[in-house]
């Protein structure tokens, strides 16, 4: 089984006994994108059909805005695209994005990853949630802790959805953020990392 076997947030809630909670938990820091940032994005948006496909998302919306944040905290995590994680046979996969800690045998091996960002397939945000929940708890066994939170991000690049594991109660933040607020975006991603 693969994470993409699990296609519903009550499939994989069911398999390891998550308990489903919604609360706005997320506190925007202030991380704001630069005017070169947003010059860019405005600019792919304008002049190509960004959402037209799910690379062209990933390319052109979802990693950009990654990569961006990311620059905030690049001494203290790393940044993968499609990196492979495997706890068992059941919880196996490749997320399409993970922040981890960095690892000090270098930016070649995964450290514990704690965010992990699932682009939504066909804007489908009922199975990509499933999917998530799969790898968080996947994340909690590779790093042998329930007790810390790991998130979860799942987006088509117009829509960002987030989520916190702890233990076995999985939270949805209420508000859902657009891609027309990148502010909110950024702080929202920022805060998740500022939490470790």
């Not at 010059?39 to 792919?44: K, Q, T």
């Not at 270098?106 to 450290?111: E, R």
């Not at 929940?133 to 960002?160: C, F, H, M, R």
Request: hydrophobic content about 40%; aromatic content about 16%; proline content about 3%.
């Amino acid at each position: 089984m693969a994470f993409s076997d699990f296609k519903t947030i009550a499939q994989t809630q069911k398999k390891y006994n998550i308990r489903y909670y919604e609360k706005d938990f997320i506190e925007y820091i202030d991380l704001k994108p630069f005017d070169f940032f947003i010059n860019e994005f405005n600019f792919s948006d304008k002049n190509i059909d960004i959402f037209s496909s799910e690379a062209s998302r990933c390319e052109n919306a979802i990693y950009p805005i990654l990569r961006k944040v990311y620059k905030s905290f690049v001494d203290e995590y790393a940044l993968w695209s499609h990196k492979s994680i495997t706890y068992d046979a059941k919880l196996t996969g490749t997320p399409d994005y993970l922040f981890s800690t960095k690892s000090e045998l270098g930016k070649t091996v995964l450290g514990l990853p704690f965010v992990v960002v699932v682009e939504a397939k066909q804007n489908n945000f009922s199975e990509g949630w499933g999917q998530c929940l799969a790898e968080l708890v996947a994340l909690q066994k590779i790093n042998e802790t329930e007790k810390s939170p790991v998130y979860g991000v799942v987006t088509d690049g117009e829509t960002w959805q987030f989520w916190k594991l702890i233990s076995n109660l999985f939270t949805k933040n209420r508000s859902r953020i657009v891609i027309n607020d990148l502010d909110k975006i950024f702080g929202a991603i920022g805060f998740l990392l500022s939490q470790k």
